[in-house]
Every structure is written in C-alpha cells, then in structure tokens.
C-alpha cells in the first residue's frame, strides 16, 4: 500500500488560547514494496507520536491530506477512492 503524506498540519486545542500546532508542511512518499527503514526522532513535544497517529487514522489533519493506499484522510473528511 502507498502511503503519501502532503502539507500535513495539526493543531490541538484549535480557537482556544491554549492553540499548539505540533505538525507543519510534512511531505512524504513511500511506494508499495519499496524498502524503507523510517526512524521518527526529535524532542519531547515534537510531533512524533502526532505524526504516528495520524498514519493510524486516531487524527484527522487540521490541514493537507494523507493517503493510504485507497482510503484519503483530510482535514474535515475522510473519503474512499
């Protein structure tokens, strides 16, 4: 299954003053069968459990779009192709 991630972008506590964006403009591309080894790193509060769950479907982008083999995630819907 292709996974392709564009202009991924998510808020939490969106209109609230307590607003915290933990992922801006994340691109990526991986093709089915091709081989690659994916090391998420970076600093408490970076994003990466963000990121992981979003490629799980628990969150919808606030902004950009995910896709998942045929299933597209975005922000306010989610859709089959």
Known sequence: ?????KE????YQMKTPFERL???DVN??????SYVVAVVIGHTGSGK????????????PT???????KTVLQAKKS???
């Open 63 to 69: 902004k950009g779009s995910i896709v998942l083999g």
């Open 8 to 11: 991924l972008e998510h808020r």
């Open 22 to 24: 933990a992922l801006y």
């Open 49 to 60: 459990s963000t990121l992981l769950q979003h490629l799980n479907g628990l969150l919808k």
């Open 28 to 33: 990526a591309s991986i093709k089915e069968g």
């Open 79 to 81: 859709r089959r192709i």
């Open 1 to 5: 299954m292709d996974i392709t991630i």
